[in-house]
């Protein structure tokens, strides 16, 4: 009588060995993935952090509340005032410090106007002086910023550049205050952040054996090219859902 206890004895502590063995194998891929991912979690959060910064930073400059004050009485195409010429000079500073970070930044009046742009396309700076109406009227999230008076940040966005080529995006819009008016809003700065940098940097090119690379927006897209991950790893995507 004594074998049949043995037996059941040594077939509980046997399967015991293997789910602790199972354990201590999920612990180590764990611990590899928190190595792996700590810091590229950190880098693009510094990223961001620096977008949000640098509009923040350009709404307050003198330049910027110059400008919005004095589009209250200028009239567009005669001239251009050293206020606007002083903040085209702060976008374009901000566009070089982080060469190929933004695709363009842009004073905004407060009926959705864009009234100067700096832009890079492809490694090509341009400017644009001019008053165009209605750029950003009935858009939601200018009128989201318009009515809040506060930051707007914009959820990714992919679309197609002249050469046909995917760019994935994320705009901030942010007012401009009067201090001398009560804090009153006066304006817009838009900035709009090519997140290429951040994959590029956050992304190996060489990727290592069972190892697979995503970012990945709260939707569930991918942020290169807004591919639904259940269409790339069902497994991720089903873990996504359960968390």
């Known amino acids: 009588r004594a074998i049949p206890v043995l037996v059941v004895a040594f077939v509980v502590l046997g399967g015991l060995a293997i789910t602790l063995y199972q354990?201590?194998?999920?612990?180590?891929?764990?611990?590899?993935?928190?190595?792996?991912?700590n810091p590229r979690t950190t880098l693009i959060d510094q990223m961001l952090q620096q977008f949000l910064a640098d509009i923040d930073n350009l709404s307050r400059r003198d330049a910027a509340v110059a400008f919005a004050r004095d589009t209250a009485t200028i009239t567009p195409g005669r001239s251009y005032p050293p206020s606007q010429l002083q903040l085209a000079r702060e976008f374009l500073n901000i566009t070089n410090d982080r060469s190929g970070s933004y695709f363009s930044l842009r004073y905004v009046t407060l009926t959705g106007a864009v009234w100067t742009e700096v832009s890079e396309v492809n490694g090509i700076i341009a400017s644009d002086f001019r008053l165009s109406p209605n750029k950003l009227t009935n858009d939601v999230y200018f009128q989201s910023s318009l009515a809040?008076?506060?930051?707007?940040?914009?959820?990714?966005?992919?679309?197609?550049?002249?050469?046909?080529?995917?760019?994935?995006?994320?705009?901030?819009?942010?007012?401009?205050?009067?201090?001398?008016?009560?804090?009153?809003?006066?304006?817009?700065?838009?900035?709009?952040?090519?997140?290429?940098?951040?994959?590029?940097?956050?992304?190996?090119?060489?990727?290592?054996?069972?190892?697979?690379?995503?970012?990945?927006?709260?939707?569930?897209q991918t942020l290169d090219d807004q591919t639904p991950i259940q269409e790339i790893n069902s497994e991720v995507a089903a873990e996504l859902s359960a968390n």
């Open 23 to 37: 354990s201590n194998i999920r612990i180590q891929i764990e611990r590899q993935h928190e190595i792996a991912l």
């Open 148 to 220: 809040s008076g506060s930051t707007t940040i914009t959820p990714l966005t992919s679309r197609k550049n002249v050469l046909g080529l995917t760019e994935t995006t994320m705009r901030a819009i942010t007012p401009i205050e009067d201090d001398e008016a009560g804090n009153q809003v006066i304006g817009f700065i838009e900035l709009t952040l090519n997140l290429a940098p951040i994959l590029d940097t956050t992304i190996p090119q060489a990727t290592e054996e069972n190892w697979q690379w995503l970012l990945i927006d709260k939707n569930g």
